[in-house]
């Protein structure tokens, strides 16, 4: 009953996400959206998404001009959205929108991305710090302990992942949560991504109902790796007349690292986490968040 699906009830506006370009935006049935806070591997998702729809193992056919990010604040939404329309392949599209700020269809399928809240927040300002402009400088302070203060207390606002904040991270992520029993909305870890490429491959080519033989789930595994995608940022860097926009692109690509607040963060700074993210969510929600180890519909 659509009384059970999701609806749109929430406007998100801020300097990263304005959703005002949902409501006239037609979903088709074979659209994939890739659904994520920033830095939770959103990029890598839709690079094997689109390797999946072209069937082709090489992360250059990703390219966010084919797979914009279709509610960003800071670019020109219409014409995001007349790419998408003029597309007659398969779309993938991305979005940092919480569940509540998104047009939902039950044809299409919302791919949930998620990683260990901590590590999104360093990933976040290693982000920030190889951008060319400052606009986003003031949540980064030089001192960790300082910035990640300011993550865990500063409370969620109406501009949504523009908060950068364990709050809008929790938002973001139980608002797909609560309509984790619907066929088509999915959820993925950075975590499981990183243990076992080529099953999540398989998992996305499930999902997709998209037909591939072994050997080319273990091709896009291997093409998808963190050092093959990479690679294909550093030469497209090298390509006459390649500009990367806002970042570094090769750089965009830190580490692709788990627990990076070994060394970083004090012990102190992980037990205040600890206090603060058991206050937000359930223990097997903590779980799978964290690790992507809890148990799943799908």
Not at 92 to 108: M, R
Not at 109 to 131: G, T
Not at 170 to 181: G, L
Request: with cysteine.
């Amino acid at each position: 009953m659509k009384d059970d699906l999701p609806q749109k009830t929430t406007d998100y506006v801020g300097e990263v996400t304005n959703t005002d370009i949902w409501s006239g935006f037609e979903i088709r049935p074979d659209d994939i959206f890739v659904c994520t806070p920033p830095k939770c591997g959103t990029t890598w998702t839709q690079t094997l998404v689109r390797m999946l729809i072209t069937q082709t193992a090489d992360p250059g056919v990703y390219d966010n001009k084919i797979s914009p990010w279709l509610d960003c604040g800071f670019r020109d939404r219409e014409e995001q959205a007349k790419t998408l329309n003029a597309q007659s392949h398969r779309r993938c599209i991305k979005t940092h929108t919480p569940l509540d700020g998104v047009t939902f269809s039950p044809d299409a399928q919302y791919l949930v991305v998620h990683r260990h809240p901590v590590d999104v927040h360093l990933s976040m300002r290693s982000h920030v710090e190889n951008m060319k402009a400052d606009w986003l400088d003031y949540l980064f302070p030089d001192d960790l302990s300082e910035a990640f203060s300011m993550f865990l207390d500063r409370p969620a606002s109406s501009k949504g992942t523009d908060d950068l904040t364990l709050g809008s991270f929790i938002h973001h992520f139980r608002s797909f949560w609560t309509f984790r029993e619907l066929p088509n909305i999915h959820f993925l870890h950075y975590a499981e991504l990183s243990r076992d490429l080529p099953g999540q491959v398989s998992r996305l080519a499930n999902i997709m109902d998209t037909e591939i033989s072994p050997q080319l789930v273990n091709d896009i595994a291997e093409a998808g790796s963190f050092g093959s995608m990479k690679n294909n940022a550093q030469r497209l860097e090298q390509t006459p007349g390649f500009t990367s926009g806002f970042h570094d692109f090769a750089q965009f690509f830190s580490s692709g690292s788990s627990n990076k607040w070994e060394g970083k963060l004090t012990s102190e700074d992980m037990t205040r986490y600890d206090d603060s993210i058991s206050k937000l969510v359930s223990p097997e929600e903590r779980l799978w968040l964290e690790r992507g180890l809890a148990s799943s519909p799908r």
